[in-house]
């Protein structure tokens, strides 16, 4: 590999996949392009892929292995994880260790921790944070189909008359996705329908929104297959040849669903709405049913996947160009652990745990010990295990489940008293790993290689263009290592193509077309074959040498008798209903320009600009009644935890609910935490937990103190914030950006601010009054930090402030502004960042509009180029367009 060659990868963050073109500068940075070859994205990148050149430094990364938090040499730790599990399970049996994966991880990491806790531990307790974003249209799929198989590909987005989005926030949260469906929309006039409880941006695509209740998801879809019978829509030979259950599921349905008027009542929705999606999908046989984590993240989760896959196998609309149900996966490689069986009930390429016969063909493979009949416990019910004390030894694998966990602070404590708690991860601080005893330093994005499987079930390579920095191994080799050490043969891998071989090799054997996953075809791939691999859909075996798009056009179900399974389904509310204690709906999801908990994206100026902290969305209307305004500090309570947040008033999101995103943590804030306050209920048959629906009150809170700081380096904030009641803390460009809010000031901000400053060569300060206090430390003619404490805050120019900090040496001027914190000379400051790719400011965006008397999304993308690349905030600038300007959230 030449280090100034660009190399073709896979984007690190969604499961939409993207190619990216990689050029590094040989310094350990690179600059990032979308590979216009790569069939996930044809070039395109959003806000988040393009700035991954943005987040290659060494910063906060773990390069050597620490036990008890000393560094320590690979054989030291690794011998003692061996020598930990081994005693775990000699003294209390295999069941008394875990391991917690993650759809970070590649696939050739994934095959090696399932096959040494699956077949060589003789536990099946191994899951995955994928439990907790798309388990449920797992357990949908295997009901329906008898394997976890995605019908489609990307390409029916392009060819569908009708695209129904549900609980899906394609435009933040598949962002190329929805680029490609907009895209669709220009050229054919397909029509687009959004069920979401929230008007999101995805909205401002669609022709229709259904803002249903949350949770009724069932009904909507029982009384679309009401409508599909009653309208003469079933697909009667296609039913008759492959599905079984139409007269049961129908029979539930009709229950259920009676007529529109019950429908209406349940879902909230106007007859007239629900008359017109169902007259669209009955009238358009190209129709592609988009799903994600609104429809996965339910106790109902499973049953509103198989509704959804009801109303497709009922109408014959699945596996043909332009029609299907297509599951949307958030993580770069969640469908790549599902194809390694990565969960804790399932077994390895489509592989049964259920069954007797694919345990035994999995254990004469592996050639280890039986396959354990039972289940293992999947992430809640395997935290509550360890929160008893029956878990001894706990591997964590590249994720942070302290952050991303319902009811988070329990299993926080949890894992504080865990025996034993390992943790390999690329990032030295995260919540999690602040309680591990052994931590393991990972190779990331960049530094590793394997194969990821994106939505579609396209296979594509992650290379590597950096050297690995300090000790970092790959995840592959951690896992192997170890369980050589415990003593057990057949992981002397030295390459993952070694890995790759005998997962392509176990998915081929002894299949016969028994098994949808089969890539058999690869499994004597030669090393520079495996090098130069191009992106491919499984299957990919003799009969399919260069893959497969579609499924199940001609039936050819995975089911015992070969026909897919319609089921009987009933609507049943969210698990805990609101109360007169807790009135309110909670609901958790993603913003636009973060991901997961923010080790990687928290890293870049540009990404971290269009949110800067963890904004509790509220209803206008509900918060006039209950005398909140925007920008306030609540306390959001429900029975499992609290957290201060502030508000932001949005008319997108529904009465009765509220929404706070996932991503921050301590490393952050230290408010605004989701998971702490998410009610831990599952669904029944997949386990995946009720992220969107948890029972919450408000209540105020005074915080009359606000300070802002900006610093160069960032600043020790567990210490220096420890009576502060709400800080956070944000990177910016050339420094770190913190917002902070208290009950009562510190007594002497200027001793306060001094605990932790650089030894200033030109300190200039400012006490107005008995509580304002404005300071800014120079050193060498540059700003190193600055500080607003107390007082007026709101006129403060923050944007102009943190731009200071790139200057190499302030000029008179912008040092007569600096405690007044606005510039000298007007039209300087672009105000908060909407555009993230161009850093355009909503004041640069507002100026132009009205000077320029601009009318449209294209012509601010001709003047200022805001909107051109990726196009997430296109719907941003559209709200700025209409009359009212748009709300937007305000910033400090
Ligand atoms: Fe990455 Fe964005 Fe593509 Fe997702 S849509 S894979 S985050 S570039």
Not at 228 to 257: F, I, N, Q, T
Not at 412 to 437: G, H, K, Q
Not at 875 to 884: Q, V, W
């Amino acid at each position: 590999m030449s280090e100034f060659l660009p190399v073709r990868t896979t984007c690190p963050y969604c499961g939409v996949g993207c190619g990216v073109l990689v050029t590094p500068d040989g310094r350990g940075g690179a600059t990032v392009a979308g590979d216009p070859e790569h069939p996930a994205n044809f070039g395109r990148l959003c806000s988040k892929g393009s700035a991954l050149g943005e987040t290659l430094d060494l910063e906060q990364r773990l390069l050597s292995p620490v036990v008890n938090g000393q560094a320590r040499g690979w054989d030291d730790a690794l011998g003692l994880v061996a020598d930990k599990f081994r005693s775990a399970i000699e003294s209390h049996g295999p069941d008394s260790v875990a391991f917690y994966l993650s759809g970070q991880l590649l696939t050739e990491d994934y095959y090696v921790a399932n096959k040494l806790m699956k077949g060589f531990i003789g536990s099946n307790n191994i899951d995955t944070n994928s439990r907790l974003c798309m388990s449920s249209s797992v357990t949908g799929h295997v009901r329906a189909f008898g394997s976890d198989t995605v019908p489609g590909c990307y390409e029916d987005l392009e060819q569908a008359r009708l695209i129904v989005l549900v609980g899906s926030n394609t435009a933040w949260c598949h962002p190329v996705l929805y680029q490609r469906i907009l895209a669709a929309k220009a050229e054919n006039g397909c029509r687009i329908v959004v069920i979401d409880p929230r008007r999101t941006a995805t909205c401002d695509g669609a022709d229709l929104h259904l803002p249903l209740k949350p949770g009724s998801d069932v009904m909507l879809f029982n009384g679309l297959l009401v409508w599909l019978a009653d309208h003469h829509k079933l697909a009667e030979s296609y039913l008759a040849d492959h599905v079984s259950g139409l007269g049961e599921s129908l029979a539930a349905a009709r229950a259920d669903a009676p007529d529109l008027a019950r429908v209406s009542a349940v879902c909230g929705l106007s007859e007239t709405d629900l008359q017109q999606f169902y007259s669209w999908f009955c009238q358009t046989e190209q129709t592609v049913t988009v799903y994600s984590q609104g429809v996965n993240q339910s106790s109902s989760g499973s049953d509103k996947v198989n509704a959804i896959l009801n109303c497709h196998l009922a109408t014959g609309r699945i596996g043909r160009p332009g029609m299907g149900p297509f599951s949307v996966t958030g993580q770069p490689n969640a469908m790549g652990g599902r194809e390694v069986g990565g969960l804790a009930n399932m077994l390895a390429c489509h592989l049964s745990l259920e069954a007797p016969d694919d345990r035994a063909l999995a254990a004469e493979f592996w050639g280890g010990g039986p396959i354990a009949p039972e289940p293992g416990l999947k992430a809640v019910a395997l935290f509550e295990a360890i929160e008893r004390g029956e878990i001894k030894a706990l591997w964590v694998m590249g994720t942070n489940p302290v952050v991303s966990l319902p009811d988070a602070e329990r299993f926080r404590r949890a894992l504080a008293a865990c025996e034993f708690l390992v943790v390999s991860d690329c990032t030295a601080r995260t919540d999690t790993a602040e309680l591990a005893e052994v931590l393991l330093p990972a190779r990331t994005w960049g530094e590793k290689e394997g194969t990821v499987t994106n939505s579609e079930r396209r296979i594509s390579r992650q290379r590597t263009f950096l050297p690995p920095p300090g000790q970092a191994r790959p995840d592959w080799w951690i896992l192997a290592q170890v369980a050589q050490s415990m003593g057990y043969a057949g992981f002397e891998y030295t390459h993952p193509v070694e890995i790759f071989r005998e997962y392509a090799r176990l998915s081929g054997y002894q299949n016969g077309g028994r098994r949808g996953f089969d890539i058999g075809a690869l499994q004597e791939i030669a090393t520079a074959a495996y090098d130069d691999l191009s992106p491919q859909q499984w299957p990919i075996n003799q009969a399919n040498p260069t893959g497969q798009a579609r499924f199940f056009a001609e039936g050819g179900y995975y089911t015992r008798d070969g026909r897919a399974n319609m089921l009987a389904l009933r609507y049943r509310p969210p698990a805990t209903a609101v109360d007169e204690v807790y009135p309110l709906v909670l609901n958790t999801g993603r913003v636009r320009d973060h991901w997961h908990t923010m080790t990687r994206t928290g890293k870049t100026a540009r990404l971290s600009s269009h949110r800067i902290e963890p904004l509790l969305e509220m209803n206008p209307t509900d918060a006039a009644k209950a005398g909140f305004a925007d920008g306030q500090f609540v306390r959001v309570e429900s029975r499992q935890g609290e957290t201060i947040a502030r508000l932001m008033l949005d008319s997108g999101t529904p009465p009765g609910s509220l929404y706070l995103p996932m991503h921050w943590n301590r490393q952050f804030a230290s408010g605004g935490l989701a998971g702490p306050l998410v009610n831990p209920v599952v669904d029944p048959h997949s386990g995946q937990p009720e992220f969107k629906h948890t029972p919450v009150r408000l209540k105020p809170v005074e915080l009359p103190w606000r300070a802002f700081i900006g610093s160069r380096q960032p600043l020790h904030h567990s210490a220096l914030f420890s009576n502060i009641d709400y800080w956070v803390a944000t990177r910016a460009d050339g420094c770190w950006r913190y917002e902070l809010a208290a009950a009562v000031a510190p007594s002497d901000p200027a001793a306060w601010i001094g605990q932790q400053l650089p030894p200033t060569t030109d300190w200039i300060d400012y006490q107005d009054g008995r509580h304002a206090y404005r300071a800014a430390g120079l050193i060498d003619g540059q700003l190193a930090i600055c500080l607003f404490s107390g007082g007026e805050l709101d006129g403060l120019s923050r944007e102009w402030l943190l731009s200071r900090f790139v200057e190499p040496a302030l000029n008179a001027r912008t040092r007569a502004g600096l405690l007044a914190g606005l510039p000298a000379e007007p039209g300087v400051d672009p105000g908060r960042i909407v555009c993230a790719c161009f850093q355009v400011g909503i004041n640069t965006l507002t100026q132009a509009i009205t000077e320029q008397r601009l009318t449209t999304p294209e012509q601010i993308g001709q003047a200022l180029k805001a909107g051109t690349n990726c196009g997430s905030c296109v719907p941003e600038i559209t709200a700025l367009l209409a009359p009212s300007g748009g709300a937007v959230p305000a910033a400090g």
